[in-house]
């Protein structure tokens, strides 16, 4: 199942997110969940949030996964929301199962 994580960053948390960054990527890496995904800019260009679509059997599983990730135990966002998502389009390549 896909669910689309949406994650808006604290104020003037550009300096967490970069000392976090690696680690965020080591762990999307390690864990193999995220099938796209990649940072909300500012009108600055700045990164300023987060986007992933992630795989995991069910919710819960969604849920516990983000809480584990790097960014999420730094702090860095102010808000987040995981909700369930059925691609159907796909003009970015990526591999949704078939669409």
């Not at 808006?8 to 796209?36: M, N, P, Q, V, Y």
């Not at 990649?38 to 969604?62: H, Q, R, W």
């Amino acid at each position: 199942m896909l669910f689309v994580v949406t994650a808006i960053d604290k104020k003037d948390s550009l300096d967490l997110r970069l000392a976090t960054r690696e680690a965020h990527f080591a762990f999307a890496r390690d864990t193999g969940r995220i099938k796209l995904g990649g940072p909300f800019l500012n009108a600055k260009g700045e990164m300023a949030g987060s986007m992933m679509v992630i795989e995991a059997p069910d919710l819960e599983t969604a849920e516990a996964w983000h809480m584990e990730d790097p960014y999420v135990k730094a702090g860095l966002f102010e808000s987040s929301d995981i909700r369930p998502w059925k691609p159907a389009l796909n003009a970015v390549g990526a591999d949704f199962g078939g669409v």
